[in-house]
Nanobody, 115 residues
């Protein structure tokens, strides 16, 4: 069983920044890949950024150059630094990992970007 707890969402003006955090309760944190997903009302959940167990990162085209995913193994925490935020980034953001073939999700954190 893995628990993922997200924090750091909120309301920000267009062009502003936020940093999301996801703390994982797993003893094998360094072996896990993690993803940040988002879901806006009426839309499907989409992958925003991913970091592998070897710290290789991937980003959706819509956030490349603006968002950065990183991890702190000692703190068992994955971060999503979001800069130059746009109103279209408004969504609930979820942290995700897979362990022993099971997908785990956090509860989500709301990000609202005002124009």
């Amino acid at each position: 069983q893995v628990q993922l707890v997200e924090s750091g969402g909120g309301l920000v003006q267009s062009g502003g920044s936020l940093r999301l955090s996801c703390t994982a309760s797993t003893s094998t944190f360094w072996l896990n890949a993690f993803g940040w997903y988002r879901q806006a009302p009426g839309n499907q959940r989409e992958l925003v950024a991913r970091i592998s167990s070897t710290s290789t990162t991937n980003y959706a085209d819509s956030v490349k150059g603006r968002f950065t995913i990183s991890r702190d193994i000692a703190k068992k925490t994955v971060y999503l630094q979001m800069n130059s935020l746009k109103p279209e980034d408004t969504a609930v953001y979820y942290c995700q990992t897979t362990q022993s073939g099971i997908d785990y999700w956090g509860q989500g954190t709301q990000v609202t970007v005002a124009s």
